[in-house]
């Protein structure tokens, strides 16, 4: 088994930066991708960013150029740097994990951008 717990969000202006992490535990040798999605009020969870084990990286387009996903293999742990960040970035942000034993979902963090 898997777990992931999230930490990182909050309230943010207009403009300014916030960092999550996501820590993995467990079983983490069958992970070989993990990610963020997130949901907003009313709409679906998108993905907003992945890595795999290799450090491969795929972004939501609409992203590009103001979030980056990075891990530390030695913490086993997942970040995503969100700078400029906007109202339209408020969601509960989602850590995800891609396992050979299935797929693994933290219990969410909520990001506000605010003024």
């Known amino acids: 088994q898997v777990q992931l717990v999230e930490s990182g969000g909050g309230l943010v202006q207009p403009g300014g930066s916030l960092r999550l992490s996501c820590a993995a535990s467990?079983?983490?040798?069958?992970?070989?991708?993990m990610g963020w999605y997130r949901q907003a009020p009313g709409k679906q969870r998108e993905l907003v960013a992945s890595?795999?084990?290799?450090?491969?990286?795929n972004y939501l387009d609409s992203l590009k150029g103001r979030f980056t996903i990075s891990r530390d293999n030695a913490k086993n742990t997942v970040y995503l740097q969100m700078n400029s960040l906007k109202p339209e970035d408020t969601a509960v942000y989602y850590c995800?994990?891609?396992?050979?034993?299935?797929?693994?979902w933290g219990q969410g963090t909520q990001v506000t951008v605010s003024s």
């Open positions: 995800n994990a891609n396992s050979y034993g299935g797929i693994i």
């Open positions: 467990g079983s983490i040798f069958s992970i070989y991708a």
């Open positions: 890595i795999t084990n290799g450090g491969s990286t």
